[in-house]
């Protein structure tokens, strides 16, 4: 009973389900950290102030440790699934005829665009969440100043170019993986499959244009 149980959850389709569940927590995950950071265009005291809430929460432990176990979830489960396909490279290419999948730019290169995220997250992690610590005070309240990091970081063309370049591959990677979430769940419809696939390049459109226009605005504040 347990045999075929574990069986059942190491399955192929198992592995798709969560790493469709786990692909779109994170494109949640997302739209929230874009959100957050559009407090940018505020100001430094309303950007400050709002990453100060956040680190001060004491669910922030928790919270960073679910979108951990999230990524690493849907990492793991890709690279595992990646290597899977290529050992079964007959059964794959059929795979590829019957559902479309492979057949598009995005469809195929979702392994490059992954492992371009995933250097991207690695570094990007190092340079701001562990990176140099300024500080600011606002109404006495001594915090991290992290609108001044950005703003420094990113006064480099080079850098604004590597971000730009990597939320290229986020679009690409997100507008074949949101509506293909949902195929991985179950969810196939003719009527509403298409529909999906738009929103899909919806969703990656506002994603790129939203987190390149970030390090543009920091450049050009810093240029002043
Ligand atoms: C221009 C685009 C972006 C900017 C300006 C930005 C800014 C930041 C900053 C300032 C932090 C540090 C927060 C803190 O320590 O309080 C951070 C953390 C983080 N960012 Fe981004 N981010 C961008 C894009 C992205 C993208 C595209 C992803 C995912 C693919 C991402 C994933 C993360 C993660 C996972 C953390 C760590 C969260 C935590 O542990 O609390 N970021 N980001």
Redesign the pocket.
């Known amino acids: 009973m347990l045999k075929r149980f574990l069986t059942v959850l190491t399955s192929s389709v198992m592995k798709k389900q969560a790493m469709g569940v786990s692909g779109l927590m ?1 494109c949640g ?2 739209v929230t ?2 959100a957050g ?1 559009c407090l ?1 265009y505020v100001g430094p005291e309303a950007f400050n102030t709002y ?1 100060h809430k ?2 001060t929460n004491p669910a ?1 432990y928790l ?2 440790a679910v ?1 951990a176990l999230i ?1 690493l979830t849907h990492i793991g489960l890709a690279a595992k699934l990646t290597i899977e396909n290529k050992i079964a490279r007959p059964t794959n290419y059929y795979m590829r005829q019957a559902t479309g999948r492979g057949s598009t730019l995005a469809s195929s290169t979702m392994p490059i665009t992954g492992l371009i ?1 995933l250097i ?2 690695i570094l ?2 190092i340079q ?2 562990f990176g140099p610590y300024y500080e600011a005070t606002y109404d006495g309240v001594v915090m ?1 100043d ?1 609108y001044r ?2 703003i420094e970081y990113f006064s480099s063309p080079i850098a604004v170019a590597w ?1 730009i370049f ?2 290229l591959a ?1 679009g690409l990677h997100v507008s074949h993986g949101f509506w293909s979430a949902f195929q991985s769940i179950g969810f196939n419809h003719p009527k509403y499959t298409p529909l999906l696939q738009l929103l899909s390049k919806l969703y990656a459109v506002a ?1 790129t244009v939203g ?2 226009a ?2 543009i605005y ?1 450049y050009l504040q810093g240029a002043k």
């Open positions: 994170l995950f997302l950290h874009l950071n940018i990453a956040l680190v922030i919270a960073e979108l990524f995220i991207f997250l990007h992690i701001f969440k991290r992290l990091l950005l971000y990597c939320m986020l994603m987190f390149s970030l390090p920091c």
